[in-house]
């Protein structure tokens, strides 16, 4: 249904208008005169002399003063159509560039890219880039495994008998108030020396390890100390690795205890406030760890839960949510008498990091009321995992339960359900400080191959909702070599400043017995893991070959992607893994979800299709032909695509043999080398080279001024041969300079650009050239000196005809300047050559106009005129139509292009909003152009954007609703030593140390500037031009506030021609279409749920072994006190430190904890 155009109230008198006929409607309200416009305007003579192709012929003939006629308006279309193509024939060259290219045909070859093989030997090279890393993975954990076996456990150890380097030493010293500065406890703690290196982007020392231990764990523990003293043997390990494969990165043994041991040491990357990191809540180490899960989560809501009781049991469940991955599915519900879902969610969905945020935005709205039903709690739950028409994971399958505590076993439930086979393990939490009788809360556990826990206060939930992974790892030990398989985990950010990365995990298992001639032991040791960066990958790939729309992407069994030119993440959460899916990085069709479907099944295919995609500015959308080409890459759960454009099936390779007489001659002796120095630019026109990695000595620079330099200086040192560089991009770089420089010489030399209004001309290649003509155009040239990272470049490409480009306006900002003539409308056109019946685009030419001078000539074209000297006016006595420049205080005309963006107008007073776009300057024509199907609207969803935060609020830093103490309390000797006094101890540490826990999401944000941003979705809009291509007429019309328009496509452009009766009546509101980027919540999650997208889960699992011992099946959890924290948190008490602020992230809601 069309959007109303208008809303008008009553009917209103109007000024004394004159009679305007519109042919076949009869007559109207008629137009008054206007005030004449005020902006000086150019000499005549000077505008017009560029009208070159056409006579100024007199518009066919109408009678009265008339709103132009359909074939008035259709013989201005055809005058501008054949303005424009005729400054293009003169300036821009096309069709001499093509013979340039046919006489130095000796200089180049013409090369095929067959997608098949192509993407077949990336694959086979990624295969073999990730398989030198297995092997490296496979020899870490076998030799951990023989290390811990080997190891003797000391009751005795002690600190000092320990050398390591702790990460967070150097931190750890400069804060005057931590637990291991009071200790003294530094002398076992080694001080290394670092050097730089660029491919970790870091300092790194290579003669050692280092140790990262959680904050929250006690590093003087004998557990602890054992742990580092088997695991220095690694050290070894990891120098021989690196030995082997120096393009290792970082090596890494995340230990089940939460110790950390990676290699090459370095300085750990501690956050301005409290370092939360530990090592067994990394997206790496939980794939590595256990099988894919099916969750069910329970919470108690009952009366007696409340308060503090109630506040733990939300941070809990959050803090569980955090321990799944994409490979996992999950629901959460609450109960009392009855069990409901605590969100919108009725069955188990992916634990994706948007499903888990409805989650925790859903638990903090749980109210405690009514009696405990544990029989409703439990009844929900076995339902929701015998539910077999979703999708889920199909592994293990678990009940979480949070309770305070009561009597009912419900064995009934349990016999009717999971017994006697005990498919289903249930982990129950006895949460806060009570009297209740836990035992059967521990039977519970017991009897269902599960685990029973305590959290009796803040301090004890990250552990306890972590260590059930334990017991998930029993089968997989269990299991033995048939476990031992390395898995490939999705993108997420390296904690150490890598980047983007994907790690290779491989389990390590305890090896030692419990005893003489008794049971395997079956606890897990921990995961090993290799990172190869996303950028080792990326170079595995062609890129330049491939032309400017040609690209290689890579998917996983989830459909996210691994590689693709779209996975650019504004801010990354190194908590959580970078997940864009296949169908979000593009924009989403029937083609592609088969595509996608085909990769994650691990096929290979071929597919042509018709799909839209997205400008690189994010304006524009066009509808074009790509060729998809897809192989699984083998032995790794990725899948590899290729995706070309059919003009990109072919591509220009520099041949320079001839010019190279001898190979120790210089690269700058070379012939059209001379073009590139800066002293030809006045003569032969600017040149921009595009920032690629011609030399591995090349320096890189922001400043195409300093980059040329530093090219120039190595090219005099560099021979044509040299090994460092890269001659397919070196020598096609050389032969499009050559090239371009040709254009100058026979086109742009010789022309008058001012005659024809052109502020400059200009062509870009694929080789990396931009020659702009006359060097002084140079100065305000603002388009990306990267061709391929160019909007009018790419779009070029893709379309037929003329691309007009007007300069990038944004609503909310002041309007263009248009002193000084700089101000110009960017018009371009693909070259396309034909060679030996092969066909492809290396080069796009265009021409700069000058926005106001070509917005006099808009209304000139656009008129009545007879004689060029003598505009034809109208008036209420003369028998003509009203035209675009003599009326234009009565008629609007303008140009719009496909995206919806203002061209030229023959209104002054619009000249300087340019690039706006046009609903923005004319809201209710606007709409009428898309109700007219003349445009179609497109929208989506960038799930990588960046927030950025809102000023400080009023938030306090100490945690919410926790009993404080009086000062009779303090001063009460028995109320220090009782468990209630400890308890609240405990709180009041971790809530000042992770306060977050119970405040909004954004206050681990505060003082680390990497996370000042938040990532966040936002909703894009674009328009394209929709299915109408031929003239149109149509009225708006909204009783006396009518309109009449008349548009029309400009053949060969992608320009719309407008021509409207300005609007009468200013009291008519115009629905107004919005196309700027807008904050969002992102698609329904409810709905999205109800239709998930295809996906596979790993085609292992291990969640069952006849062989498991259950009898270790739980045990109360509590933090023993000591007086180094009853002291410090004595201290923090009496001196009362103020909260500080923290701020709140823009469109953000959920609770990071």
């Not at 008036?875 to 139509?881: A, I, K, R, T, V």
């Amino acid at each position: 249904m069309a959007v109303p155009a208008w809303t008008c109230g009553a009917s209103r008198p109007g000024p004394a208008r004159t009679a305007l006929i519109w042919p076949g409607r009869g007559s109207r309200p008629g137009l008054s005169a206007r005030r004449p416009a005020a902006r000086p305007t150019r000499p005549l003579s000077l505008l017009l002399r560029p009208l070159l192709l056409l006579p100024l012929l007199a518009a066919p003939g109408a009678s009265a003063y008339s709103f132009p006629q359909q074939h008035t308006m259709q013989h201005w279309a055809r005058r501008l159509e054949q303005e424009i193509d005729g400054v293009m024939r003169i300036f821009g060259g096309v069709q001499q560039l093509r013979e340039i290219y046919k006489d130095n045909r000796n200089l180049f070859e013409v090369q095929e890219n067959e997608p098949q093989k192509l993407v077949e030997k990336v694959a086979g090279d990624i295969e073999s880039l990730l398989d030198r890393k297995v092997q490296a993975l496979k020899r870490l954990a076998d030799a951990a495994e023989n290390f811990q076996k080997a190891h003797r456990w000391q009751d005795n150890i002690k600190e000092e008998d320990i050398v390591y380097y702790d990460a967070k030493a150097d931190a750890e010293l400069d804060d005057p108030e931590s637990e291991d500065v009071e200790r003294g406890s530094k002398a076992s703690t080694l001080r290394l020396d670092f050097v730089e290196d660029s491919n970790f982007k870091n300092k790194v020392n290579y003669s050692y390890t280092a140790v990262q231990i959680p904050t929250d764990i006690y590093k003087g523990s004998t557990v602890i100390l054992n742990e580092l003293n088997w695991t220095e043997a690694l050290e070894n390990v990891f120098i021989e690795n690196r030995r082997q494969d120096p393009t290792l990165l970082w090596q890494v043994f995340g230990s089940a205890t939460g110790v950390t041991r990676y290699y090459p040491a370095t300085p750990w990357r501690a956050p301005k406030k409290i370092d939360l990191y530990d090592v067994r809540r990394r997206p790496w180490y939980i794939q590595g760890a256990s099988s894919p899960k099916d969750m069910v989560i329970i919470v108690d809501v009952s009366g007696s839960v409340s308060g503090l009781t109630l506040k733990l049991m939300k941070t809990s469940v959050c803090e569980m949510l955090d321990t799944l991955s994409d490979d996992d599915y999950v629901n959460v519900a609450s109960f009392n008498e009855k069990a409901q879902p605590v969100s919108c969610f009725t069955h188990l969905v992916q634990a994706n990091v948007r499903n888990k945020k409805v989650f925790k935005e859903a638990v903090q709205g749980m109210v405690a009321k009514g009696t405990t039903g544990y029989k409703a709690g439990f009844e929900y739950a076995f339902d929701q995992l015998q539910n077999s028409n979703i999708t889920r994971a199909n592994c293990n399958k678990m009940i979480m339960m949070f309770t305070d505590g009561g009597e009912d076993r419900v064995q009934d439930v349990f016999e009717k359900y999971n017994w006697p086979n005990r498919t289903v393990r249930v982990f129950t939490f006895s949460v806060g400080q009570h009297n209740y009788d836990v035992t059967p809360l521990q039977w519970m556990a017991c009897t269902n191959k599960g685990y029973y826990f305590e959290i009796p206060s803040i301090g004890a939930i990250r552990i306890n909702t972590q260590e059930y992974l334990d017991v998930l790892g029993r089968p997989m030990v269990l299991a033995g070599k048939e476990a031992k398989q390395v898995q490939w985990t999705n993108v997420y950010e390296d904690a150490l400043g890598l980047g983007l990365v994907v790690t290779g995990t491989l389990p390590v298992f305890n090896l030692t017995q419990d005893g003489p001639g008794e049971k395997k032991n079956q606890l897990i040791l921990g995961v090993m893991g290799i990172d190869v960066a996303l950028n080792d990958i990326k170079r595995l790939t062609p890129n330049y070959t491939l032309g400017a729309n040609g690209y290689v992407f890579a998917i996983d069994l989830n459909g996210y992607v691994l590689l693709h030119p779209n996975l650019k993440p504004q801010t990354t959460n190194f908590r959580e893994p970078v997940t864009l899916d296949f169908l979000d990085a593009e924009l989403e069709d029937e083609n592609k979800e088969e595509i996608r479907r085909s990769m994650i099944d691990g096929n290979k295919g071929h597919k042509q299709i018709r799909t839209l995609v997205k400008s690189l500015d994010e304006r524009y959308i066009d509808e074009v032909m790509r060729n998809y080409t897809w192989v699984p890459i083998r032995s790794t759960n990725y899948s590899l695509g290729l995706v070309l454009p059919p003009y990109s099936t072919f591509y220009l390779q520099a041949n320079l043999s001839d010019q190279i007489l001898q190979v120790k001659l210089p690269i700058s002796k070379l012939k059209d080398f001379e073009f590139l120095l800066p002293s030809s630019f006045e003569s032969e026109g600017h040149v921009f080279i595009a920032p690629r990695e011609y030399c591995k000595e090349l320096n890189a620079s922001d400043n195409n001024t300093e980059f040329l330099k530093n090219f120039i200086d190595l090219m005099e040192k560099v021979t044509p041969d040299s090994k460092q560089c890269n001659n397919f991009l070196l020598h096609n770089l050389i032969l499009d300079t050559g090239i371009t420089q040709q254009l100058v010489e026979r086109v742009w030399r010789d022309q008058d650009l001012n005659t024809y209004s052109l502020l400059a001309v200009f062509a870009a290649t694929d080789g990396g050239i931009t020659r702009v003509f006359p060097n002084k155009a140079a100065e305000d040239w603002t388009e990306t000196p990267e061709p391929f990272n160019a909007s009018f470049y790419r779009r070029s490409l893709d379309n037929h005809g003329y691309v007009f480009k007007p300069p990038q306006q944004d609503a909310r900002l002041r309007p263009l300047e248009l002193e000084n003539d700089t101000v110009g409308i960017l018009v371009s056109t693909a070259v396309e050559l034909s060679l030996g019946g092969r066909t492809l685009r290396p080069a796009v030419v265009g021409v700069k106009l000058d926005l106001e001078a070509w917005a006099e000539k808009f209304k000139v074209l656009a008129s009545n005129r007879t004689h060029q000297d003598q505009p034809q006016k109208c008036g209420p006595n003369s028998h003509c139509e009203m035209d675009c420049e003599v009326n234009n205080e009565d008629l609007l005309c303008v140009l719009i292009d496909d995206g919806g963006f203002l061209v030229l107008s023959n209104q002054n007073h619009q000249w300087d909003q340019v690039g706006r776009f046009f609903s923005d300057v004319d809201a209710n024509l606007m709409l009428a152009l898309y109700n007219n199907s003349f445009y179609t609207r497109k929208e989506s969803y960038d799930y990588q954007a960046a927030c950025a935060p809102l000023p400080p609020g009023n938030l306090g830093a100490a945690p919410r609703g926790i009993f404080v103490p009086t000062i009779a309390d303090f001063l009460n000797l028995a109320w220090w030593t009782s468990a209630a006094a400890w308890s609240l101890f405990q709180q009041l540490l971790y809530g000042l140390i992770y306060h977050s826990w119970f405040q909004s999401d954004p206050a681990e944000a505060e003082g680390n500037p990497e996370v000042r941003e938040s990532s966040c979705v936002m909703k894009q809009t674009q328009y394209y031009f929709g299915s109408v291509n031929a003239s149109y007429n149509a009225i708006i019309d909204c009783g006396n506030c009518s309109r009449l328009f008349h548009a029309q496509r400009l053949t060969h452009t992608n320009l719309l021609f407008v021509v409207a009766e300005k609007p009468l009546c200013s009291q008519c509101e115009a629905g107004r279409l919005l196309q700027k980027e807008t904050h969002s919540d992102g698609p329904e999650q409810c709905e999205l749920v109800q239709r998930p997208r295809y996906r596979r889960g790993p085609h292992i699992c291990f969640d069952y072994n006849a062989t498991e011992d259950t009898s270790d099946c739980g045990r109360g959890a509590s933090f023993p006190p000591s007086l180094g924290v009853l002291v410090s948190l004595q201290l923090l008490l009496l001196l009362s430190l103020p909260p500080r602020p923290q701020p709140q992230v823009h469109a953000h809601r959920s609770r990071r904890l």
